[in-house]
């Protein structure tokens, strides 16, 4: 049995595991109770539909499609980061909230990133829906995790390594998760299988954290290697951690989500993470966002964290920075 058809095998037997691991599991049982409860229930539309999700002329945009899905656009490049359309995620997380992207109204993206392998980062289905014309990039160790989607290229990055092409930066950087695809594999993938992940591009720098708990050096140090611009930071899952608290090992909170902002020295903050996917918890999806709300009112950061609704586009450089046309090619 050759190496592929190993994990193939692998991604059949650990969700019927986990199925059957329910009863000694306890947030595998809540998933599992919760999505067969809600089969069926009607998915509330995303906030925005943005028509043309690339614009033609731009400095630098964001569009939240909900989750951990952004989109990211820099002049004439197009950044997509954890891409999740689909209606559950990995079968099990029932979906609150509609997509606010349409894959299906995307000419191109030049650079889809995803973070980890958790099913609702790494999503299958959604990255066949996607356009082919750019490249995937992976975190260390997902190469064995990953099938051919017929992307130009697709690329596993260690942390702190680069790819450097057309003007375009990307940098694999630290942050604090958890490995494995499904919750009970951790042991047969030792690998890290996590990442941030940093684009430089026409002297723009955003800083992705993917899922991340709060680390006290790794944001200082990625604050230190580059001057970031944007960060786009998780708040949620909800009801985890208290208002004062900076989260859990492997979920910050949103106080903590402004810690990895301050740490970073960015200049702006785009929250995700939160509102759009049912972990089996009963807590009101909106705690997250009315948790970081508390936080820009004390910190007086309400010009420089940008809630987003669920398909709402931000533009947050008006100009492009040189004379040339920012008209995507
Ligand atoms: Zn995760
Ligand atoms: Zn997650």
Same mark, same amino acid.
């Given at each position: 049995m050759n190496h592929r058809t190993t994990n193939r095998l692998r991604l059949l037997i650990v969700p019927l595991l986990a199925i059957t691991m329910a009863g000694c599991s306890s947030w595998v049982q809540r998933i599992v109770t919760y999505s067969i409860e809600n089969f069926g229930e009607p998915i509330l539309p995303a906030d925005v539909r943005v028509i043309?999700? /690339? +614009?033609?002329?731009? $400095?630098l945009a964001v569009l939240w499609g909900g989750h951990a899905t952004v989109m990211i656009q820099i002049e004439d490049k197009v950044f997509m980061t954890d891409p999740a359309f689909t209606k559950t995620v990995g079968m099990l997380l029932h979906r609150l909230v509609a997509p &606010? /992207?349409?894959? =299906? !109204? +995307? =000419?191109?993206? *030049?650079y889809t990133l995803i973070s980890h392998l958790h099913f609702d980062h790494f999503s299958f289905g959604s990255l066949e829906m996607l356009p082919k014309n750019g490249k995937l990039l992976i975190p260390p160790g997902a190469a064995a995790y990953t099938?051919? %989607? &017929? %992307?130009?290229e697709t690329i596993e990055l260690q942390t702190w390594e680069s790819i450097e092409e057309s003007g375009v930066r990307i940098t694999a950087v630290p942050v604090q998760h958890f490995s494995g695809r499904? &919750?009970? *594999?951790i042991p047969w993938h030792p690998e890290k299988g996590y990442t941030g992940w940093v684009i430089e591009y026409k002297g723009k720098t955003v800083f992705v954290a993917g899922d991340t708990g709060y680390h006290p050096e790794y944001f200082k140090e990625i604050g230190r290697r580059f001057s970031v611009d944007v960060a786009v930071v998780p708040i949620g899952? =909800? &009801?985890? $951690?208290? =208002?004062n608290s900076l989260g859990g090992r492997i979920h910050v909170s949103p106080r903590g989500a402004v810690q990895i902002f301050e740490d970073v020295g960015a200049k702006i903050m785009i929250p995700m993470?939160?509102?759009? +996917?049912?972990? $089996?918890?009963? !807590? *009101?999806?909106m705690i997250p966002q009315n948790l970081l709300q508390a936080v820009i009112d004390e910190k007086g950061y309400q010009d420089r964290i940008h809630i987003l609704a669920i398909g709402e586009r931000r533009v947050l450089m008006e100009e492009p920075s040189g004379q040339t046309s920012g008209t995507p090619q």
């Open positions: 043309s999700p /690339i +614009l033609p002329y731009t $400095g &606010g /992207i349409d894959p =299906a !109204a +995307l =000419a191109k993206v *030049d099938p051919e %989607f &017929g %992307f130009v499904y &919750g009970v *594999d899952p =909800a &009801g985890m $951690g208290s =208002a993470h939160h509102r759009t +996917l049912s972990y $089996g918890s009963t !807590a *009101d999806p």
